[in-house]
């Protein structure tokens, strides 16, 4: 990942406020067609590329139908935040749109404009609203169901149900039709190999509404990381002394591990690695200060004997002054 450093960058890159628009991977994002009541939330990354700390001073949005919430203010070097975009299905109908202004005011002022829209419909509604697996373990596999209902029109079919995850499978019932109403109770489930992580995915269900011929339905859960580092980001604040700066690491495991490697750029870090197998490792950091001045943001890569090399990251920041 490239490192800029703003105070050097020159007035251009500041004023004109590119610095943080190069923060974030998107700032536009389509709902498409949702359901009345449906969860429709997406969530804007955003990543520090910078030596200095980035602070978000204010979250405003321009519609009612949007409510945007913030992960995090203040984010050092490769810190990561979100500005999740939530749309207000249950209190607006309709194409809806809005822009989203995300205030920056460290290290220079900016803002940065997210835009979100969507439609709206009151005629197609799903109980539960989402597919929501919750926290799973890998390899774990969940099944849920949803019963789909649309009103007004009880020639309305669902005639396929598409996803771009290959992890998800859905399934339908036969359609149950009644006086100007149908249902249909859909399956979804997950897959062993559903990645670690946050799952944040759609299912589009295609029918046979010409106006309205694509609707969509969120999925979400989490699949716990089978190894991961406390903290992920560290401060060694600023070092002035020829002491060395110790940190403790909390490694943890879902079953029994070795710590193989520590992988790190700069020599002036130092690790004491454990030799035993255990799910928890306390693993010792330490930074040595040498004659040159500046900014530390180095990127550590934590190696075990688990399945694939499975490895865990955490990022260390700070300034040398002597």
Known sequence: MALFALATAGASTAAGQEWADK????????????????????????????????????????????????????????????????????????????????????????????????????????????????????????????????????????????SQCKDLAASLSGPIVSRGQVQYRMTVRSRESLPEGDLAEQLTLVSNDRAFPTTEMAIVGRVRKQLTVTPEAVSIDTVTSDEPVEKRLVVRGEVPFRITDVRCDDDRFEFEIPADSKKLHFLKMRFFADSENGRVAQRIKVVTDLAGENTAELVVTGTVRR
């Open 23 to 162: 923060m974030f991977k998107e700032r536009t994002h389509d709902f498409r067609t949702v359901g009345r009541g449906a969860k429709a939330e997406y969530a804007f990354e955003f990543t520090n590329l910078y030596q200095e700390e980035v602070h978000v001073s204010a979250v405003r949005t321009s519609c009612g139908c949007t409510t945007p919430v913030l992960s995090a203010d203040t984010l050092r070097t490769h810190e990561k935040a979100k500005v999740t975009a939530k749309f207000n299905t249950n209190s607006f109908i309709g194409q809806k749109g809005a822009v989203i202004t995300v205030v920056f005011d460290k290290p220079y002022y900016a803002e940065v404009q997210l835009n979100v829209s969507g439609y709206i419909r009151t005629d197609v509604s799903f109980d539960p609203p989402e597919v929501d697996f919750g926290e799973m373990m890998p390899g774990e596999v969940k099944t849920k169901t949803v019963t789909i209902t649309k009103t007004g029109n009880s020639n309305w079919r669902i005639t396929d149900v598409r």
